[in-house]
């Protein structure tokens, strides 16, 4: 079946524009979490939706970042006024439950 | 603090056996994974522990032990397609996955 989907795979943008990132989960997935991985690191949660409402947004960095998943399905992750400090690549993943998560393929946000 | 060590780089000879360490001091624990990371691809799910002991999935062992804060990954019969970052996350109290940096894995011939 479908994996989980991320669009746009890559995405270059000025500083201060806004952004916005979007995930498509695994159909019937109730959990979805956003991470930002940098090159050598590990992916660092930003982000936990259980339906419709974000369980868990600590790893938030701050007020320019905010996630939404109206319908319980799809989310999107808008970025305010980017930073230098925003390239990462963005990674979003699903799970039917408590524990295992299946992991899109990752936006590659440039921010020059 | 929540933390997870892996070492940051090891290098293995193809058909050979390799060990990956974690270890890990979080706030509760719920699991721990382990996950493989191609270059530039998604991390995808090799293994959960949540009891002590050894889970074995073909070539791939993972062993975990909550009394030390300690597991590892261990890949047999190494192929080359194996080279890639190997991360290994806990689940803590409040079920959010604490990463650690992973562990580039290098194959050579």
């Known amino acids: 079946g479908a994996g989980v989907s991320q669009t746009p795979s890559n995405k270059v943008t000025e500083k201060g524009k806004y952004v916005e990132l979007r995930c498509d989960p695994i159909s019937g997935h109730t959990a979805l979490y956003w991470y930002r991985q940098s090159l050598g690191q590990g992916p660092e949660f930003l982000i936990y939706f259980q339906g419709t409402g974000a369980a868990d947004d600590s790893g938030l960095p701050n007020d320019r970042f905010f996630a939404v998943r109206p319908e319980g399905s799809v989310s999107t992750l808008k970025i305010q006024r980017t930073e230098r400090g925003d390239s990462a690549v963005y990674l979003c993943?699903?799970?039917?439950?408590?524990?295992?998560?299946?992991f899109g393929p990752g936006t590659r946000l440039t921010v020059t | 603090g929540q933390n997870i060590d892996q070492p940051t780089e090891m290098t293995a000879t193809e058909g050979a056996i390799v060990q990956i360490n974690c270890t890990y001091q979080?706030?509760?624990?719920?699991?721990l994974f382990w996950y493989q990371q191609h270059a530039g691809e998604a991390p995808t799910f090799l293994s959960y522990n949540v009891l002590d002991g050894l889970e074995e999935k073909g070539r791939f062992s993972s062993f975990l032990s909550r009394s030390k804060g300690y597991s590892y990954l261990l890949l047999k019969e190494l192929q080359m397609k194996d080279s890639a970052s190997y991360l290994c996350a806990v689940t803590d109290s409040n079920y959010q996955l604490i990463w650690g940096a992973g562990t580039k894995l290098i194959i050579k011939p």
């Open positions: 993943a699903s799970s039917p439950r408590s524990y295992e998560q299946y």
């Open positions: 979080t706030s509760g624990f719920n699991g």
